[in-house]
């Protein structure tokens, strides 16, 4: 019923920039907190950025001031841009969502992730 995709991966050179996007689509009321997660080979996935639906943001502290979260409302979406890339930074990179829906009259809560997508740096 909901489908999140993102798109922006790649290959860059450290110090170089990427900008993730992550599209919602589907039965939707609203989404509220939108966030990136990264997971390394061998690692555990982890909480890279978040935004909730008032625009607040938080970040893992690996990455601030390098990474910036943002979300367009009227579009679903979601963004990451990656700036000042570091080897360390490459992960698969997942966008989760808070996405509330209408069923039977009811509003229900639902987690949903994307596909990933591959963020390789390297020179």
């Known amino acids: 019923q909901v489908q999140l995709v993102e798109s922006g991966g790649g290959l860059v050179q450290p110090g170089g920039s990427l900008r993730l996007s992550c599209a919602a689509s589907?039965?939707?009321?609203?989404?509220?907190?939108l966030g990136w997660y990264r997971q390394a080979p061998g690692k555990q996935r982890e909480l890279v950025a978040a935004?909730?639906?008032?625009?607040?943001?938080k970040y893992v502290d690996s990455v601030k001031g390098r990474f910036t979260i943002s979300r367009d409302n009227a579009k679903n979406k979601v963004y990451l841009q990656l700036d000042s890339l570091k080897p360390e930074d490459t992960a698969v990179y997942y966008c989760?969502?808070?996405?509330?829906?209408?069923?039977?009259?009811?509003?229900?809560?639902?987690?949903?992730w994307g596909q990933g997508t591959q963020v390789t740096v390297s020179s």
């Open positions: 989760n969502a808070e996405i509330e829906m209408v069923q039977d009259g009811m509003h229900f809560t639902y987690s949903y």
């Open positions: 589907g039965s939707i009321f609203s989404i509220n907190a």
């Open positions: 935004i909730t639906s008032g625009g607040s943001t």
